[in-house]
């Protein structure tokens, strides 16, 4: 840490300790700490802002904090953070305490464990502590995917896929880490098919979650909702020219674009007009009056697509629960329907040329 920052991150210190509710204060001692990686701590700070902004009814103010923080939603699940632990399922030579010791290592909070685009096939057990999952948004700010508790791995997917990982693991408090061999481990997925079991339905969650994460509208929606969401997806592929959806299908799902590319399509003098493209990212079906209208046009793929359908119900139920993403969405959906009009006026005034 250069002096400077160092002396900064002290004398705020210092400063928070003496006026506790001097907000100012409070929230460029939290930036300091996010810029050295303090992410716990910083989150903390943060989400006690956001409280007393919501506890005076000051919800712009709130809603603005929580805009360039997006820190502060992250809330951990109401539910035991170990009830899906798995160091319960590990062969017992790999839990024995005298073979974890031989394997641990600490990690001290703001460190990283692995970096996003490290090659590491191996799996790694949370003895003591938490690991924070995230990714960057386009503007450079962290996304948080999941809270690796005491008691759970991390790193499973690429057991099965080996390959670049896609995000950023950081200690989100002092931690004792053990590093599980890959050979053990995968020795272990033939003789125990539980463990194997377990460890592809977490890779599976932990991947929809991801997906749901990469949406800009979705990224600052608290992680516990965003996992809501992702516990009721599937994730279905199309191929290059399939249709996906006809005119008018009553949809009971949200889809979310989340690799490739589709489009809305219509027939306009017996050729096919395009009328808007849909990239990763890309909502179909977020509006209650397409619910209640069915898909506005012809929606097909470009190329090889992957469309997580998101339940209708539990989309709703997300942001009915959060007032920011419900405020985005309209924007979206006004922005979207205001593309696709003034895409059908140029088709028709073509036609009236011609």
Not at 98 to 109: A, C, G, T, V
Not at 194 to 210: E, F, G, M, P, V
Not at 213 to 219: E, I, T
Not at 295 to 304: K, L
Request: hydrophobic fraction near 40%; aromatic fraction near 6%; charge should be positive.
């Amino acid at each position: 840490m250069p002096i400077d920052q160092k002396n900064q991150l002290k004398v705020y210190a210092d400063l928070v300790a003496l006026y506790p509710d001097n907000e100012s204060y409070l929230k460029k001692y939290a930036e300091l700490l996010l810029q050295t990686n303090k992410q716990a701590t910083a989150t903390e700070i943060l989400r006690q802002l956001y409280t007393r902004h919501i506890e005076r009814g000051e919800h712009k103010q709130a809603d603005a904090l929580a805009d360039e923080f997006p820190q502060i939603g992250r809330i951990r699940n109401s539910s035991d953070p170990h009830e899906d632990r798995m160091d319960q399922l590990l062969p017992a030579t790999m839990r024995n305490r005298l073979w974890l010791r031989l394997h641990q290592h600490k990690l001290r909070e703001g460190r990283h464990l692995i970096h996003r685009g490290d090659h590491e096939d191996t799996v790694y057990l949370v003895c003591e502590g938490e690991l924070a999952e995230f990714i960057r948004s386009d503007d450079g700010k962290p996304v948080l995917l999941n809270l690796i508790a005491s008691g759970n791995v991390v790193g499973e997917s690429y057991l099965f896929t080996p390959g670049p990982h896609k995000s950023d693991i950081v200690a989100n408090k002092d931690s004792v880490i053990a590093k599980l061999p890959r050979k053990k481990m995968l020795a272990a997925l033939d003789a125990l098919p539980s463990l194997k079991k377990a460890l592809q339905r977490k890779a599976d969650a932990r991947r929809i979650t991801a997906l749901i994460s990469a949406s800009p509208l979705l990224q600052n929606v608290p992680l516990d909702m965003r996992k809501h969401m992702a516990e009721a997806t599937h994730l279905k592929q199309y191929p290059g020219g399939a249709m996906i959806h006809k005119a008018g299908d009553k949809l009971d799902h949200v889809d979310l674009v989340v690799k490739g590319v589709a489009c809305f399509q219509m027939r306009n003098n017996g050729t096919i007009k395009e009328l808007k493209t849909l990239v990763p990212g890309s909502f179909v079906g977020e509006s209650s009056a397409i619910h209640a209208q069915g898909c506005p046009a012809d929606m097909v793929a470009n190329s090889s697509v992957i469309i997580a359908h998101i339940p209708y119900a539990a989309f709703k139920n997300v942001v009915e629960a959060y007032p920011p993403l419900r405020n985005a969405l309209f924007a979206y959906i006004e922005r979207n329907q205001s593309q696709i009009m003034s895409r059908l006026n140029e088709l028709q005034t073509q036609q009236f040329d011609q």
